[in-house]
C-alpha cells in the first residue's frame, strides 16, 4: 500500500506512518469462506464474493489477538452503474432499500445456518 501512495502522490512530499499494526488476514479456504460463498449462491447466482482490503482498522485485530477469527460479509445488491465506493462512508452515504433487503435475507441465511 506504501508502494502505490507513493506512486500516487509523486516525489518531492515527505509523509510519516503514525501508527502501524499487523494485518488480519482471511483464509479463503477457511470453511466460513465456503459458507459465505454457498450462500451467496444461493441468493445470486451470478454473485461473486469479493475479498477486501481495508486500510484502516476493524475490531479484529482485538479479537485476533484473542485467537478469535473475524469475517466481513455485508451483502448488498445494487443496479449496474453505481460506484459503491463513492457512497461508502461518505457525507451522503446510501444503499438501495431492495439492496439491503437482499442483504438482510442473505446475512439472516448465513449466520441462522451455524452450528455452535
Same mark, same amino acid.
Given at each position: +500500500?506504501? =508502494? $502505490?501512495? $507513493?506512486? %500516487?502522490?509523486g516525489p518531492g512530499y515527505e509523509? =510519516?506512518?503514525d501508527r502501524e499494526l499487523p494485518a488480519v $488476514? @482471511?483464509?479463503p479456504d477457511d470453511p466460513m469462506g465456503e459458507r459465505i460463498r454457498d450462500v451467496l449462491a444461493r441468493h445470486d447466482p451470478e454473485g461473486i464474493p469479493i475479498?477486501? +482490503?481495508i486500510p484502516g #482498522?476493524?475490531?479484529a485485530k482485538a479479537y485476533d489477538r484473542l485467537g478469535m477469527k473475524c469475517? @466481513?460479509?455485508?451483502?448488498? =445488491?445494487l443496479p449496474p452503474g453505481v460506484k459503491f465506493a463513492q457512497m461508502f462512508h461518505g457525507h451522503n452515504e446510501r444503499i438501495p432499500v431492495d439492496g439491503f433487503h #437482499? @442483504?438482510?435475507r442473505a %446475512? #439472516?441465511?448465513l449466520v441462522s445456518g451455524l452450528v455452535l
Open positions: +500500500m506504501i =508502494r $502505490e501512495i $507513493e506512486a %500516487l502522490i509523509y =510519516r506512518i $488476514e @482471511g483464509d475479498p477486501t +482490503m #482498522f476493524t475490531d469475517w @466481513g460479509f455485508s451483502p448488498v =445488491r #437482499f @442483504g438482510v %446475512l #439472516f441465511d
